[in-house]
C-alpha cells in the first residue's frame, strides 16, 4: 500500500504544469517547423528567374514580382526568428517546470519511505512486544 502525504496534491500541481509545459513545447516547436518550411519556400521563390527574352514590360512585372518575393522572404525570416525565441522560451518553461515537478517528486518518495519505514518500526515494536507476552507468560506458566 502506498501512504498518502500532504505533497500528493503538490506533486499533482507541478505535474500538471509541467504537461501544459510540455503542451507549449510542442506548439512552439510545430510553429518553428511551419516557418522553417515557409522560409525554405521563400527562398526557392526568391532564387527563381522568370526573366526571359520577353518584352519590358514583363521584365517589370518580373522585377515587381522579384522585389514582392524577397520583402515576403525577409518577413519569413522574421518570423523564423520569432518562431525561434519563442522555441526557446518554452524549452526554458519546460525544463523549469520539469525540475520542479522532480524535485517534488523526490520529496514525495523521500516523505512515503520515511512513512513506510516508520509504519514497519511500529509493527517490528509490536511484533516484539507481543513476543515478550509470550515469553513471559509462558515462564510465568513454567514456575
Known amino acids: 500500500m502506498v501512504p498518502k502525504t500532504r505533497l500528493d496534491r503538490v506533486v499533482q500541481l507541478r505535474?500538471?504544469?509541467e504537461d501544459h509545459a510540455l503542451d507549449n513545447l510542442a506548439r512552439a516547436q510545430t510553429s518553428l517547423g511551419r516557418?522553417?518550411?515557409?522560409?525554405?519556400?521563400m527562398r526557392q521563390e526568391a532564387q527563381s528567374d522568370g526573366r526571359a527574352a520577353m518584352t519590358a514590360e514583363l521584365w517589370i512585372l518580373e522585377e515587381t514580382a522579384h522585389a514582392r518575393a524577397l520583402q515576403a522572404l525577409r518577413a519569413a525570416e522574421k518570423e523564423l526568428a520569432g518562431a525561434m525565441r519563442k522555441e526557446q522560451i518554452a524549452r526554458a518553461g519546460y525544463v523549469a517546470a520539469f525540475r520542479s515537478a522532480e524535485a517534488m517528486r523526490r520529496a514525495q518518495e523521500k516523505k512515503r519511505s520515511?512513512?513506510?519505514e516508520e509504519w514497519d518500526r511500529r509493527d517490528r515494536r509490536a511484533e516484539d512486544e507481543l513476543a515478550t507476552l509470550r515469553f513471559n507468560s509462558a515462564n510465568a506458566k513454567a514456575q
Open 114 to 116: 520515511e512513512v513506510t
Open 15 to 17: 505535474e500538471r504544469s
Open 35 to 41: 516557418a522553417t518550411a515557409r522560409l525554405a519556400g
